[in-house]
């Protein structure tokens, strides 16, 4: 990121503005907000600054601004429409170490002003580092929309109460739970619907049962997706944003990991071929042992949980510990990476069915139904096949299918990186072992892949070969 967001503390403290027309009126104004004393130089004021010299406290210097003018000021914003001025005053400020905000000139300053959402004590900003202002006040009108004025009052709500619900409630982790409770459910509602006497009472009530109420740990086994992060169901996200632990594997894209709550505890269990950072095993204990602590705990896991996830025997062992779980499914690798690439699993002119296989059973073989597969009319979907190409299309041929019937290698689908190969069973094992491709990849059989040309709509220029 090009500028770290942070919020400072300007109440009483000194901040200087050279300028006095209508643009520093307006940084005036936010100064003002901020409860700083503030201090304007120009050589004429405008009536726009004028007009808020009592109501701001502001000690205006009719004069011409110097390089001794920033000692003794915590901020400092040049807002004047001189540029040797204004560089000047960036200059003096950056000599001093003091914070600097030149209008309209992100290379001379040392932090911008972002769109501000107040809803104080609630604030909210957004930036983007001085390159689209106009794209940023833009965003700022979206977020005023979910964000009402009430969500101030209930801050405030919590603010009196947060030194009780602390004492009661010693451990950081239920604290959170707590009042993710109280922000997300009547006594919010109650805020927002214009009576705070009753959100107050029911607080009140809910520290009196939290005296003897244990938090129980819950698992959330969630399916990330084929990859791309905005896939994701909205449940998906809800639940990633209040989880206390993610347990994740290869298959889950950084990108979506960073969805998750920023302070949550990350634990990696790997799960790539024959290279496993945690037998699946000790991944369902695992999952078991985190939620007896009283930790939500969230298990993504690549495409949908419940298709060749092993979701199933994970559930099985909370089940049989009596762990509370939910599971939210998510887009299965073979409907996002086949849409991704143009490649209909159904076609009323190529295919009336469509079957989905594993390329390695338990014991890594490959010993698939091969009389069924090779079938005539069908999409045949082989998740983790990479490895086993070669056997699978020999297979499929040595039980009756064409040498010419179409194939696809999909690499990385519904991603920037997507790339998709297409041959046919003869050809695309040879194909393969001339590129580099590694996993994650999804293969599709079947004459449908010979509408990947004409329906290519995602990315196409990187996925012609």
Request: aromatic share 6%; net charge neutral; proline share 5%.
């Amino acid at each position: 990121m090009d500028y770290f967001p942070v919020f400072v503390k300007l109440k009483n403290q000194k901040c200087l503005v050279i300028g006095a027309g209508e643009i520093a009126a307006r940084k005036i104004d936010l100064l003002a907000r901020a409860g700083a004393n503030i201090t304007v130089i120009a050589n004429k004021f405008s009536h726009h600054v004028s007009n808020i010299e009592h109501s701001c406290h502001l000690t205006l210097l009719q004069k011409s601004f110097t390089t001794t003018d920033v000692c003794g000021f915590k901020l400092v914003i040049s807002a004047t429409d001189n540029k040797e001025t204004n560089m000047l005053v960036a200059k003096s400020a950056e000599e001093q170490n003091i914070l600097v905000n030149v209008v309209d000139s992100p290379d001379l300053c040392s932090f911008i002003f972002p769109a501000i959402i107040d809803r104080s004590p609630i604030i909210a900003a957004v930036s983007s580092g001085g390159s689209a202002p106009v794209l940023a006040r833009l965003l700022r009108a979206k977020i005023e929309t979910i964000i009402p004025p009430a969500y101030g009052r209930l801050a405030h709500l919590a603010e009196r109460y947060r030194d009780d619900v602390k004492k009661l409630i010693k451990e950081p982790s239920q604290r959170r739970i707590f009042w993710e409770n109280i922000f997300q459910g009547s006594i919010a509602e109650s805020v927002f619907a214009g009576n705070d006497e009753s959100a107050e009472k029911q607080l009140q009530q809910s520290l009196i049962k939290q005296k003897d109420t244990v938090t129980q740990g819950e698992v959330y086994l969630i399916g990330a997706g084929p990859g791309a992060p905005d896939l994701l169901t909205f449940r998906a996200l809800r639940l990633m944003q209040q989880a206390d632990v993610v347990v994740y594997d290869h298959l889950v894209s950084p990108e979506i990991i960073d969805l998750a709550r920023r302070d949550s505890e990350k634990i990696y269990v790997g799960k790539q071929r024959d290279q496993h950072t945690l037998p699946q095993e000790s991944i369902n204990t695992l999952l078991a042992d985190l939620a007896k602590t009283g930790k939500r705990v969230v298990r993504l896991k690549g495409g949908d949980p419940f298709i060749f996830g092993r979701g199933g025997e994970e559930i099985e062992t909370l089940m049989q510990q009596g762990i509370s779980f939910q599971v939210v499914p998510g887009i299965t690798a073979a409907s996002g990476c086949s849409t991704y690439a143009g490649i209909p699993l159904t076609h009323r002119d190529h295919a009336q069915s469509c079957t989905f296989v594993t390329g390695h059973l338990k014991d890594n073989s490959v010993n698939l139904n091969w009389t069924q597969l090779a079938e005539p009319n069908q999409t045949i979907v082989i998740y983790m096949g990479l490895v086993g190409l070669e056997k699978i299309c020999q297979s499929l041929i040595a039980h009756g299918s064409p040498k010419d019937l179409p194939i696809a290698m999909i690499q990385k689908g519904t991603t920037v990186n997507q790339r998709v190969i297409t041959g046919t069973l003869e050809t695309l094992p040879c194909t393969i072992n001339e590129l580099n491709i590694k996993p994650p990849t999804l293969i599709i059989i079947g004459t449908v892949v010979t509408l990947h040309d004409k329906l290519n709509w995602f990315n196409k220029k990187h996925n012609d070969h």
